[in-house]
């Protein structure tokens, strides 16, 4: 079991979420359970995702569980577009978070693919021989 508190990933998955939660009480009223619901859903999954995988055992249950905090990154990118699309985000904020959350997305590609690259005896083996 790892601590998910000491992984980078998810310090910067909940200073995401914490900003949207802030970002997201602007959106009218009539968007609560609408793209509000859903960008504080898909956020807030990314952290979670990681918590519960640290929470498990082994990496193959911990791989799984990054896998689905990746699908969370890419519909939180999505929903981020359609809010500044319809004008509930301005540029310069979209640009802002849109970032984060394509930085935050390479940062669980690097994770997942380090936790499946297979290892002898501590050292990593290359696919390729």
């Not at 898909?42 to 896998?67: K, M, P, Q, T, Y």
């Not at 985000?89 to 690259?117: C, F, H, N, W």
């Amino acid at each position: 079991m790892r601590d998910y508190r000491e992984l980078k990933v998810w310090q910067r998955a909940h200073s995401l979420t914490v900003a949207l939660y802030g970002v997201t009480a602007g959106f009218p009223r009539t968007e609560i359970f609408g793209l509000t619901g859903q960008i504080r859903r898909a956020s807030a999954s990314i952290g979670a995702n990681l918590a519960e995988g640290c929470g498990r055992w082994g990496d193959g249950d911990f791989g799984r569980f990054v896998a689905i905090a990746m699908g969370s990154a890419s519909e939180l990118d999505y929903h981020l577009l359609l809010a500044h699309d319809i004008g509930l985000l301005d540029s310069s904020m979209y640009g802002k978070l849109s970032l984060e959350t394509v930085e935050l997305r390479k940062m669980l590609t690097a994770l997942y693919q380090r936790i499946k690259e297979p290892t002898v005896h501590g050292a990593t083996v290359s696919a390729k021989g």
